[in-house]
């Protein structure tokens, strides 16, 4: 019975900035490994960002390395992500992935390895 809820989206120029929650409910949140996906029409989920369940290891798409930081709040169920200098390309649905039996070597880079989805928040940055 997890369930996770995406907020934050919206639309910002290029070189805003937008803060993207997640919350979850129904599971143990604090080991869970944690990863944002985004997904535009046509194209495959794509990874951006994922966190080990204690935030050891943290993981970032190329495209997005040194503009987001992804961010695990154990002690309150979230996982945030914050996102600077965005670009027209970062237009997407954004979506929250929990992994409940994360591997030792995660956070995973896949979005076949998360067993659990928000409903997706959308984020539309103009030019």
């Known amino acids: 019975q997890v369930q996770l809820v995406e907020s934050g989206g919206g639309l910002v120029q290029a070189g805003g900035s937008l803060r993207l929650s997640c919350a979850a409910s129904?599971?143990?949140?604090?080991?869970?490994?944690m990863g944002w996906f985004r997904q535009t029409p046509g194209k495959e989920r794509e990874f951006v960002a994922g966190?080990?369940?204690?935030?050891?290891?943290?993981y970032y798409g190329e495209p997005v390395k040194g503009r987001f930081t992804i961010s695990k709040n154990n002690a309150k169920n979230t996982v945030s992500l914050q996102m600077n200098s965005l670009k027209p390309e970062d237009t997407a649905i954004y979506y929250c992935?929990?992994?409940?039996?994360?591997?030792?070597?995660?956070?995973?880079?896949?979005?076949?390895?998360?067993?659990?989805w928000g409903q997706g928040t959308q984020v539309t940055v103009s030019s």
């Open positions: 992935a929990a992994d409940d039996l994360g591997a030792p070597s995660g956070p995973a880079i896949v979005a076949a390895s998360y067993d659990y």
């Open positions: 129904g599971g143990t949140f604090s080991r869970y490994d």
């Open positions: 966190i080990k369940w204690s935030g050891s290891r943290i």
